[in-house]
C-alpha cells in the first residue's frame, strides 16, 4: 500500500523516452542514408552518361539465330557457333551441338 502513483507511470515514459533517444535517431539515419545513396546513385548515374546504358545488353552486332535441334532463337553472341559443313550453324547449348553432329 502507498505506492506512489509515479511508479506506474515510469515504464511507459522509460518506452517513450527510448524511442525518442534511440529509434528515431536510427529511422533518421535510416532516411537520410537512403536520401544520400540515391543521390550519390543518381549523380553516378548522370556523370557516366548514356556510354554505360548498355552495358550488359546483347551487343548491336548480334542477332537471333535458330537453333537447328531443338528449335530455339539464340543470340549468336551468346550461342555455340559452329561450322559444320561450310555453313555457320548456332547452337544453344553443347547437347544441341552434340544432336547436330549425331545426326
Ligand atoms: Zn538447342
Known amino acids: 500500500m502507498g505506492r506512489p502513483p509515479t511508479h506506474a507511470a515510469r515504464p511507459a515514459f522509460m518506452i517513450r523516452f527510448l524511442i525518442i533517444r534511440f529509434v528515431f535517431p536510427i529511422i533518421l539515419f535510416v ?7 540515391s543521390l550519390a546513385l543518381g549523380a553516378r548515374q548522370r556523370s ?3 556510354r554505360s546504358a548498355p552495358s550488359r545488353d546483347i551487343p548491336a552486332s548480334a542477332e537471333l539465330k535458330k537453333d537447328p535441334v531443338c528449335g530455339t532463337y539464340v543470340s549468336t553472341a551468346a550461342s555455340l557457333t559452329r561450322t559444320i559443313n561450310g555453313k555457320v550453324v548456332h547452337f ?3 547437347e544441341c ?3 547436330y553432329r549425331a545426326a
Open 31 to 37: 532516411v537520410i542514408r537512403t536520401v544520400l545513396r
Open 92 to 94: 544453344c547449348s553443347e
Open 97 to 99: 551441338l552434340h544432336k
Open 48 to 50: 557516366a552518361g548514356p
